[in-house]
């Protein structure tokens, strides 16, 4: 089931509630959520640089199955957490502008093999390894 809300974050009772949701949702081994800007898929940051189009948030069970059964011991989740994110952020934002540009290329009538060769490079993103396994 897909649930779409909007959080207004400064609220402390709708953050509670949205973050009751997720645990419910995530215990009855749902996967978990991406979390969106509200401005939409061109977002900007007050410095004017696109911000990252969503954040996967997973449960517990799903990340055991990703990371292995032992990944909640300290010394695992302190690898985790110390891990250096730029890189796959970066990516994501690649793969954001490469997505909008085939969307602009479709409205714009442009060829096939344009559109195409956008889409190939969004694939070619995808193959990428940017979160080795710990």
Do not use: N
């Not at 898929?41 to 799903?62: M, N, T, V, W």
């Not at 793969?95 to 909008?100: C, I, K, R, T, Y």
Request: aromatic letters at 6%; proline letters at 6%.
């Amino acid at each position: 089931m897909t649930r779409r809300q909007v959080v207004d974050l400064s609220d402390t009772e709708a953050v509670r509630e949205a973050t009751d949701w997720w645990l419910a949702l995530t215990a009855d081994g749902g996967e978990g959520m991406v979390v969106k800007p509200y401005a939409g898929p061109a977002a900007r940051s007050d410095r004017g640089s696109l911000l990252q189009p969503g954040i996967k948030c997973r449960g517990r069970e799903y990340l055991r199955i990703i990371y292995g059964p032992s990944y909640t011991e300290p010394a695992r989740l302190a690898a985790l957490r110390g891990r250096s994110l730029g890189r796959k952020r970066g990516l994501a934002l690649r793969e954001q502008g490469l997505g909008l540009a085939a969307l602009d290329a479709l409205a714009d009538g442009a060829p096939l093999w344009r559109r195409h060769e956008l889409v190939f490079a969004i694939l070619a993103c995808e193959s990428e390894p940017v979160d080795p396994r710990l």
